[in-house]
């Protein structure tokens, strides 16, 4: 693994091994005022009812509603504050930075997530590198504008990570610290965050379990759009992909490119009966894209055996 992928600017935890179900919950929250104490209130109860040690550490990225008075009342969390909105990801980033326990735990504030499932996934983790869980129920549904995009995304990070991906972005989630400090520079500031970690881990052939969870109708307005934000993950994907499985995402191009050049070819020789600029221009295009593809294969390989 790259310790270039280290952000150096903060500690890392002291070991990458879980031995014992000690956690830092992440609830990253953006004019959630509609939602986020009853999630507390539930967070709180579910997690003192269980064996586990934990601190619940709540990034208020920037809200603008009383979100942040709701915060400041409370004195069983730890808040952290943005003074702008930096998005879904940077917030998450931001708590993995300052977590203290070897384990994050990501949900959100909206009351979507079953977080009584929470304990039970951090046990999970304990055998894993990240355990996801897989939204089911008549509640995760997609407008058409959404569905068909999202579909070709999933199937494009399987193909990617050459693994099923039950949930490529669900938003409640439990994996090592130590793990996710290697990703911090190349993970977005955007809702895209989920999505990314899923296939830098499996990539990278971390075990990553998944669980399947409910999943509840949503308190408040959806920070979501769908177009935006379903092309900045096809790019963020695409951008993953190139990084840790380079033959994966150049090699069907170039494959692409070389069916081509034979078709040109072919009606050079018993066609036209000459040599075109088309069929050198994919003679070309297929040597050099096959050839930045191993070369980039060879430097993600020795980038990690540093």
Known sequence: MPESLIDES???????EVTSPFFSLILPVYNEESGVEATLNQLQATLKSSSCKYEILVVNDGSTDGTR???????????????????????????IRYA??????????D??????????????AMQADMVVGSRTGENVRYSNLRKIPKWFLVRFAEWITDCNIPDLN???????????????????????????????MLTNNYIVRYVPIDYHY????????????????????LRT??????????MPVAFVFF???????????FVRRDLTEATLILLVATTQLGMFALLADLIDKRCDRL
């Open 170 to 200: 669900s938003g409640l989630r439990v994996f090592r610290k130590s793990v996710a400090e290697r990703f911090l520079t190349i993970l977005p500031d955007t809702f895209s965050f989920t999505t990314t970690i899923t296939v830098a």
């Open 10 to 16: 903060y500690p890392s935890s002291e070991s990458s």
């Open 69 to 95: 008075e709701i915060l400041q009342s409370r004195t069983d969390i730890k808040v952290i504050e943005h003074n702008r909105n930096r998005g879904y990801g940077a917030a998450l980033k931001t708590g």
């Open 241 to 250: 992909g190139v990084y840790f499985a380079p033959l994966r995402v150049f």
């Open 218 to 237: 949503r308190v408040g307005k959806s920070k979501i759009k769908p177009i935006r934000d379903t092309i900045r993950f096809m790019h963020l994907i």
């Open 259 to 269: 069916v081509g050049f034979l078709i040109t070819l072919y009606q050079d020789v």
């Open 111 to 124: 009351g979507t997530y079953p977080n009584e499932r929470i304990p039970e996934l951090v046990m999970l």
């Open 100 to 109: 203290k326990y070897p384990l994050i735990v990501i949900t959100d504030a």
